[in-house]
């Protein structure tokens, strides 16, 4: 089985391709806002620093988000593409356990939260299992301050993961039993992407290319003014 | 010779299109799946709204021009898509997926203009027309008047200084509560009205080449504040008329001044049917050859991305993988 993983949720691209061996070859490029100039060449150059043809994929993997809509949108669209035009099923995973899995281990809670922009973080609360990571809560929209109270309501101590953590590092790190992983962990990676969709892949949790949606979390802004109106 | 099946992609707007058209013209498919109806209470297209239908039809229509051009287990041979102008994050959805296609596939990716892939949808449904042609193209988004010389070669004589055609319908009709897309809806009930029951003015008719639309949207406002008990069939007959009349004027002189062979009309207003009406008189009266293309090669679709991009491929060879969408794409380069 080899996988291919693609993830532009973030400000950052990066594409890996593995399997049961672990992951074969990976880049990644975090300067922003250029996610389909980059993606396209960065599939190509990660299958052949693998030393794999495309055609050998028979899985592609992709990071749901949620994230950043316009760069989500770039990666879903080229992963859904690619597991079309190869006749393979795909595997979603969100962006959030992304950030979660490399820091696991660890017995502290870990929380992984990315900058939504507008002032709001997407996060969640992970545990450590054996064998990866378990998600305590759903993923949620809310301002670093709602994230504040949810650390000072629990009492155990805290690992927080993500752009977003460092983004509002003020807001946290005046908190007890909390600590913030620093920048080189800050993104979701499509390397520990195709390590937790071997294991989807494992248990034959495949999704249909066009059966898989983004996790936006938010709904448009238009649908928002229009939900709120007072005639509505 | 090899035939060249090309995969065309139109993410622009809010149409999710694909289509397989063979060396420019021979259409084998052609799948328009139309977000009209996400965006109608809007009162018009939402961004956020389209880009995210866009990521959701795009497999399934692809799937379908595929399928319905009989390319089961083959591929095609190139890949083309829309880069531009249009909304960013529509554009980047049809980019993404067209450039991974052209990767998976190992065949050529070719970046296609939307308003290129308009002018050949003329070209699609008569490939031996004879050039120079002037086109007047009319939609949501633009009013051009281009003379075109050659393959990729143009001329923009004249365009809007103001709104687009299709702008001024849309308010129009808003304005008339006749709902969207206002251009189908003047249309119907223009066809009740007296055109000539209310003179709207003729913005610059008599001069150059431009158009101005704005000043006439504010004629019909002020026009049924100060006369509501003014039939809307007769408002709305009249300004398309007002419309019309100043298209087919400037594209007239434009074909004269400029030997044009013929006028030919593209975008999503050419699917008017008074517009269409008025060209076809003009160029018989004219003697010229009129070039309509069928309404649904009139609106977005793919097929005339793909007939673009045929000819792109033949003269400029294929666009990098880097390519990204160009939001304000124009048709000609300063």
Redesign the interface.
């Known amino acids: 089985m080899l996988i291919a993983g693609i993830d532009t949720a973030t400000v950052q691209v990066s594409v890996a391709v593995g399997g049961h061996e672990g992951v074969l070859a990976s880049t990644s490029s975090s300067r922003g806002r250029?996610?389909?100039?980059?993606?396209?060449?960065a599939?190509?150059f990660a299958c052949r620093q693998a030393r794999i043809d495309?055609?050998e994929i028979s899985v592609v993997a992709v990071d749901l988000g949620p994230g950043l809509?316009?760069g989500l949108?770039?990666?879903?669209?080229?992963?859904?593409?690619?597991a079309?035009?190869?006749n393979v099923p795909m595997i979603g995973v969100p962006s959030l356990d992304l950030l979660a899995f490399p820091v696991r281990f660890t017995s502290r809670l870990i929380v992984a939260a990315i900058d939504a922009r507008r002032g709001e973080l997407f996060y969640a609360f992970y545990r450590q299992v054996p064998g990866g990571i378990q998600r305590l809560t759903d993923h949620q929209v809310g301002s670093p301050d709602d994230l504040a109270s949810e650390l000072l309501a629990t009492s155990e101590e805290c690992l927080l993961v993500g752009d977003g953590a460092i983004r509002y590092r003020e807001v946290f790190e005046g908190l007890k039993k909390i600590e913030i992983v620093e920048e080189g962990l800050a993104y979701p990676s499509a390397n520990s992407l195709v390590m937790l969709a071997h294991a989807k892949a494992l248990r034959e949790e495949w999704v249909k290319?066009?059966d898989l949606?983004?996790l936006?979390l938010r709904k448009?802004?238009?649908?928002i003014n229009?939900s709120t109106r007072p005639s509505a | 010779m090899n035939r060249t099946r090309v995969l065309g992609i139109e993410t622009s707007c809010d149409e999710t299109a694909a289509a397989v058209v063979v060396d420019g013209h021979e259409v084998l498919s052609s799948v328009v799946s139309s977000q009209v109806d996400l965006h109608a209470?809007?009162g018009g297209v939402?961004p956020?709204?389209a880009?995210?239908a866009?990521?959701?039809l795009?497999?399934?229509v692809?799937?379908r021009a595929l399928v319905e051009a009989g390319i089961d287990d083959d591929?095609v041979d190139a890949v083309a898509a829309t880069v531009g102008p249009g909304l960013?994050?529509a554009l980047?959805?049809?980019?993404?997926?067209?450039?991974?296609?052209a990767?998976?596939?190992?065949v050529p990716f070719v970046a296609v203009n939307h308003l290129e892939a308009h002018l050949y949808a003329a070209l699609l449904e008569d490939p031996e027309l004879e050039l120079p042609v002037v086109v007047l193209l009319v939609s949501g988004g633009h009013t051009l008047l281009v003379l075109m010389e050659g393959h990729g070669r143009y001329r923009i004589l004249g365009s809007t200084i103001d709104d687009a055609a299709g702008e001024a319908f849309d308010k129009v009709a808003r304005y008339l509560g006749l709902g969207y897309p206002g251009g189908p809806a003047i249309d119907a009930i223009a066809m009740e009205g007296d055109p000539e029951a209310i003179a709207f003015p003729r913005a610059i008719m008599d001069d150059g080449y431009d158009f101005s639309f704005s000043g006439l949207k504010t004629s019909v406002v002020n026009h049924v504040r100060k006369h509501p008990e003014v039939a809307t069939e007769d408002v709305a007959a009249s300004f398309q008329e007002a419309v019309v009349d100043v298209l087919v004027t400037k594209a007239r002189r434009a074909a004269r001044d400029h030997g044009a062979k013929g006028l030919c009309l593209a975008g999503g207003v050419a699917a008017n049917s008074q517009l269409r009406e008025r060209l076809l008189d003009a160029c018989v009266t004219d003697g010229l050859r009129g070039f309509l293309p069928s309404r649904s090669m009139c609106t977005d679709n793919a097929a005339m991305v793909a007939a673009a991009g045929w000819y792109r491929l033949q003269s400029d060879g294929p666009s990098p993988?880097?390519?990204?969408?160009s939001p304000n794409l124009r048709l000609v380069s300063p």
């Open positions: 250029q996610h389909a100039e980059v993606l396209t060449p599939i190509e495309l055609s809509f316009t949108r770039v990666g879903v669209a080229s992963a859904k593409a690619m079309h035009a190869l290319p066009w949606q983004p936006y448009p802004d238009a649908e229009w | 209470r809007f939402v956020e709204i880009s995210r866009h990521v959701e795009l497999t399934p692809v799937a591929h960013i994050g980047l959805v049809g980019v993404s997926a067209a450039k991974t296609l990767l998976v596939w190992d993988l880097d390519t990204g969408a």
